[in-house]
């Protein structure tokens, strides 16, 4: 599918696409407004993580993609928050992401940040989980909401596509989108400290390549994201982790 779509205000996709390709005609308004709001969403991720000025992001990048989704796009499906057409393809590319961002976390980046800064420090409450079946599920219950489902739509699903309006969404504005948010991504996890954020960047880069290969489909995104965190909490409850 890799025709241009004339589109006018609101912008509005006449089919979803399978994969990024080819550039939309977005107006200069629509790209301006786009910039606008990709710099918005960075000062409330920096404004909270860093200074700690407004409060979690979170919530906040949750509702504003949200709602200009719904105004300026048509609707949620045009983040990719749709109905897989095969759960299954779905569920193993999720599957894979979240392998590989394991992986790499063990055997490249700790290793590598280990040589220059502490470990990262892991959120607060968590030594609590180990051997406490009840607190790990409180644990795994904000892990598929805040973590999967809240910040998938506020990083993937909002900011990567706003990012992405800036270069008229063509592939390798995606690409640079996926880039630019996975900075944010990290400093999202800015209290981790400087290992923790290049982890949690690492994070991001992942799951924005996973985002994208699989035609912007969130659900993948989420579900990657909540694997990831059960096996954190599931390593942590068993004491498997270091």
């Given at each position: 599918m890799g025709e241009a779509i004339k589109v006018t205000e609101p912008l509005i996709r006449q089919r979803e696409p399978s994969s990024v390709s080819g550039p939309l005609l977005l107006s200069p308004g629509q790209r301006g407004l786009s910039l606008l709001e990709l710099l918005l969403g960075s000062a409330i991720v920096i404004g909270h993580n860093v200074f700690r000025v407004i409060p979690n992001e979170v919530p906040i990048l949750f509702v504003l993609g949200m709602v200009s989704f719904r105004l300026r796009d048509g609707g949620w499906a045009a983040m990719g928050l749709r109905w897989p057409v095969a759960w299954r393809r779905t569920v193993l590319i999720a599957l894979a992401a979240a392998a590989a961002r394991i992986l790499l976390s063990a055997l490249a980046i700790d290793p590598l940040t280990a040589r220059v800064w502490p470990p990262a420090i892991a959120p607060s409450g968590m030594n609590e989980i180990t051997g406490h079946a009840w607190v790990a599920l409180r644990w795994l219950g904000l892990v598929w909401t805040f973590a999967a489902f809240g910040e998938e739509i506020g990083y993937r699903g909002y900011l990567v596509n706003r990012a992405a309006d800036v270069g008229s969404r063509?592939?390798?504005?995606?690409?640079?989108?996926?880039?630019?948010?996975?900075?944010?991504?990290?400093?999202?996890?800015?209290y981790k400290g400087p290992a923790g954020i290049v982890d949690s960047g690492m994070a991001g880069l992942v799951l924005g390549a996973?985002?994208?290969?699989?035609?912007?489909?969130?659900?993948?995104?989420?579900?990657?994201?909540?694997?990831?965190?059960?096996?954190?909490?599931?390593?942590?409850?068993?004491?498997?982790a270091s």
């Open positions: 063509s592939k390798a504005a995606y690409w640079t989108g996926v880039l630019i948010v996975s900075v944010l991504f990290g400093y999202g996890h800015y996973a985002y994208i290969l699989s035609g912007r489909n969130l659900w993948v995104c989420i579900l990657a994201h909540g694997f990831i965190d059960t096996f954190g909490v599931v390593a942590v409850y068993f004491g498997w």
